[in-house]
């Protein structure tokens, strides 16, 4: 069984750019996660999914951070304008619907570094 | 009161020898516990979890033991290897399947 996907792995940009991330789930997966993990910190977690849905974005900055996930697979996260605490490593995960819901499988992770 | 507190933040163990690594929460509507091991480089990888009806599970050399009353629950790694070296992260999931992580631990185990 394929793992999460996520693309690209490393990202360097300059403040006020913006920056996109790609994630592609486990095959039938319908719960989708966007975590932020700060150097040195857990995982926070920025956006969940179900199906096409959001479940809970309360801790997305929306001012400048945006998700979508287009027919209920891949799910983008952009960043808009890139500020430098935004340096982390952005995790995409997902899991069943229901109670299998509880199992998350985590992506590889994209590092971004903003300069 | 959303918080998962864990300790120690480091942890240096001899080859053979066993690793107790311990978490700490508030809220008791917390009603699943993972705990996630990640490599440098790589994404969280889930290890081992428990609910909170159980008090102890294990998997191989991996253990949880759950304490619901002082609302705590920690990992031990028996015979630990090398190849633990990695850090570890306790996680409590809530209504809706919202995982709250610790602060992990940095695990290292000498040859």
Known sequence: EAGVAQSPRYKIIEKRQSVAFWCNPISG?????????????????????????????????????????????????????????????YLCASSLAGTGAYEQYFGPGTRLTVT | QQQVKQSPQSLIVQKGGISIINCAYENTAFDYFPWYQQFPGKGPALLIAI???????????????????????????????????????CAASIVAYKYIFGTGTRLKVLA
């Open chain 1, 29 to 89: 997966h319908a719960t989708l996660y966007w975590y932020q993990q700060i150097l040195g910190q857990g995982p926070k977690l920025l956006i969940q999914f179900q199906n096409n849905g959001v479940v809970d974005d309360s801790q997305l900055p929306k001012d400048r951070f945006s998700a979508e996930r287009l027919k209920g697979v891949d799910s983008t996260l952009k960043i808009q304008p890139a500020k430098l605490e935004d340096s982390a490593v």
């Open chain 2, 51 to 89: 609910r909170p009806d159980v008090s102890e599970k294990k998997e191989g050399r991996f253990t949880i033991s759950f304490n619901k009353s002082a609302k705590q629950f920690s990992l031990h790694i028996m015979d630990s290897q090398p190849g633990d070296s990695a850090t570890y992260f």
